[in-house]
Every structure is written in C-alpha cells, then in structure tokens.
C-alpha cells in the first residue's frame, strides 16, 4: 500500500518551479495524491518533490519562495487528503532516505523514508529488543517521529535517540529526542522540521524471542484491525492518552452506537470502531464528514470531545 508517486509531465506546473535551481531528485506535477496515500482518497499536488538525497532536499528548500505551502507526506497513512489537493510543494522522500543500518551494538539508525517494519526486522537480525512494537505500524519513520508514533506499550520517544532534520530555509540540525517534547501521539517540535534520519537504541535481547514477539504482535493486529483495508488507521486520539486504563476512542465511538456508520462509501469499521475505511467509491469529503459526525455523537452521548489522530491536509473539492 505503499506505491511511489508516479512521474508525470509537467503541464500545469506552478510559476514559482522557475524559481527553483537544478535539482537531481524527482519533480512531478499534478501527481493524485490518492494513487499514494493509504486511504486512497485525495486529489492533486501541484507539486511533488522526491530529493535525491540531503543535499539535494536542502537546495531545493532553500530556494522555494517563502510564500509557498509546503506539506510533508510519508508513507500516507495518517492522512487524509481533501479531495482538492494541495497547493505548493509536497516534499515525500524515497528510497534515497530508505537504508537502516545498524550504527552501535545497540543501535540502529533509519532514513526517514524506512519503513517501521523494516526498523523492526532489523532489530531483530541485530538481537535488540525494544523496537518490535514497529512490526505493525504501517508507517515511514519520518511519520514515526512526527506522529511519535507506537503500540503494544512501545513508542517512538522510548527508542529514539536523535533526528537529523532540515528547517524550511534547509538548514542541517541535529537534535537530541528529548528536545522533541514527544508525548502520545504527539511531537511539540518547534517550527518546520522535515526529518531525514533517526537513531535508535534497543537492548541486547534474544533473537528468536523478539521475533517470537513480532509474529505475536503481527497476528493480533490481524485479528483485531482492518490492517489490509483503504484505512488511515486510528482517526481519534485517545482522550486519556496512552494511559493504558484510561478512556479508549473506540469504546466511546461503540458507545455512541457508530459501529458500522456509512456515509456513502466510508465506513466506521465493524471490526475496530476507532477506524474509518473507504470500501472503494468513498471521497475524503465522505470520510471527513463521517468523522465529524462520529465526533457529534459520542459528544452526544458522552459529554467527550474527541481530538482527530489523522492528520487532514489540502482543500475541499
Ligand atoms: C492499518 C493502520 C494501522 C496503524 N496502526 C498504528 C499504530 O498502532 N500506532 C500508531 O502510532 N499509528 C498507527 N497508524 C498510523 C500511522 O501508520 C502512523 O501514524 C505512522 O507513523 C505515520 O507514518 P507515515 O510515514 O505514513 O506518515 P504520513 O501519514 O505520511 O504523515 C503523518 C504526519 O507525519 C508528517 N511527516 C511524514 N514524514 C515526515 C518527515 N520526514 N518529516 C517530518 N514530518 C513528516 C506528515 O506531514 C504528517 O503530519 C496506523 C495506520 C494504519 C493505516
């Protein structure tokens, strides 16, 4: 579910890509934001920029006019694309961001566009134990960081070490993971970040154990989420965070008697409530308004404001 952007021609580039030095990654106007986000609902980008590498991503920030948006997508599967699309620039980084190597005896470190799984399963090779929780989020590490994204009692602030990441004008920084301000859910970096690598550390564990715990954490997803569905995974936070006795979304959404609501094509997943699915035909227009409408009721019911996790970008058709 995790398709490149497709390279396309540049009719109806934006002016301002005149303003833009050579650049050696991939520039692809009016890609469908649908064709690479997992929901598979979202309309144009004016612009898509893959960087070949760091270098290259700095040259291309630098240069863009400060005037102009710019969104940072991952693997696209914590967002939900209007149907509009997004004006100005969207920076998704490649397989150029991809390696995970490992970088101490007890240390990893991932591209931004690695995938959680494969951070997982490289732990595991290397007998570290701590990072098996990333075998089911679906997610790039980029969006790990961002969204400080976890499960199954792990989460990205336990295990990160440090993030290289650029700021809008493209300079370097290096910092520290507890000068993130990372809590559930949610990372209080100050200003534009676009992360481009991340350290991480795990503990000396057993192998066949950590993998024994990944095919554990890997079935029971299975069972209880729609993992192969057009979905944006949890759509509400929690409202007690990651309290693990605390207020659950979905048993409030269950409460609210949303199990199965349809607008259109979208649905309140049957299987887990906290999860909306497009069965095909749905618009991020029918899903957005699925969500707000499973937000008035458990309002309704519970008297609890519950806080979307997915993050919703662009414009309305
Ligand atoms: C089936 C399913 C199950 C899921 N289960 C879980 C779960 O158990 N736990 C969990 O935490 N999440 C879960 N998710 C949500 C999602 O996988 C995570 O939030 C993931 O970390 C998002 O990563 P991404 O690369 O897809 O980011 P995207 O969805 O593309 O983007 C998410 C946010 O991160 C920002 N971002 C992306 N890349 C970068 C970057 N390089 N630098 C700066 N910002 C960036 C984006 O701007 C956006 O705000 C699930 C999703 C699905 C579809």
Redesign the pocket.
């Known amino acids: 579910m995790t398709p490149e952007a497709r390279p396309m021609d540049m009719t109806g580039a934006p002016d301002w890509l005149a303003a833009l030095p050579p650049l050696r990654g991939k520039l692809m106007a009016g890609v469908t934001l649908a064709d690479i986000c997992?929901f598979r609902v979202g309309g144009p980008a004016d612009l898509v920029f893959m960087p070949a590498d760091t270098d290259d991503l700095s040259t291309f920030l630098a240069a863009l006019p400060e005037e102009v948006p710019l969104?940072?997508?991952?693997?696209?599967?914590?967002?939900l694309v209007r149907d509009g699309g997004i004006r100005g620039a969207v920076i998704r980084?490649g397989a150029a961001f991809g390696a995970v190597t490992q970088t101490g005896d007890t240390e990893l470190t991932a591209g931004?566009a690695a995938l959680d799984v494969r951070v997982a399963r490289a732990a595991a090779d290397a007998a570290l134990s701590g990072l098996s929780f990333y075998r089911?989020?679906?997610?790039?590490i980029?969006?790990?960081v961002?969204?400080n994204?976890?499960?199954y009692g792990g989460e990205t602030g336990d295990v990160l070490v440090e993030v290289e990441w650029l700021n809008r004008q493209g300079e370097k920084h290096v910092s520290a993971a507890n000068q993130l301000d990372l809590s559930y859910?949610h990372n209080g970096h100050d200003g534009f970040?676009?992360?481009t690598s991340a350290r991480f550390k795990g503990v000396a564990g057993d192998k066949a154990k950590i993998i024994a715990e990944m095919e554990t954490i890997s079935e029971q997803r299975e069972d209880s989420?729609p993992?192969k569905a057009r979905?944006?995974?949890?759509t509400f936070k929690n409202p007690d965070g990651a309290d693990p006795d605390g207020l659950k979304a979905w048993k409030l959404i269950d409460a609210a008697g949303c199990r199965g609501l349809r607008v259109g094509d979208a649905q309140v997943s049957e299987q887990h409530c906290n999860f909306l699915i497009n069965h095909g035909m749905a618009r991020a227009a029918d899903l957005e308004a699925l969500g707000d409408m499973v937000c008035d009721r458990v309002r309704d019911n519970s008297g609890v404001q519950l806080q979307w996790e997915i993050?919703r970008l662009g414009e309305a058709a």
């Open positions: 997992w969104t940072l997508l991952g693997a696209g599967s914590n967002v980084l931004a089911g989020i679906p997610g790039a980029g969006g790990a961002a969204m994204a976890g499960a859910r970040a676009v992360y989420q993992v979905t944006g995974g949890s993050k």
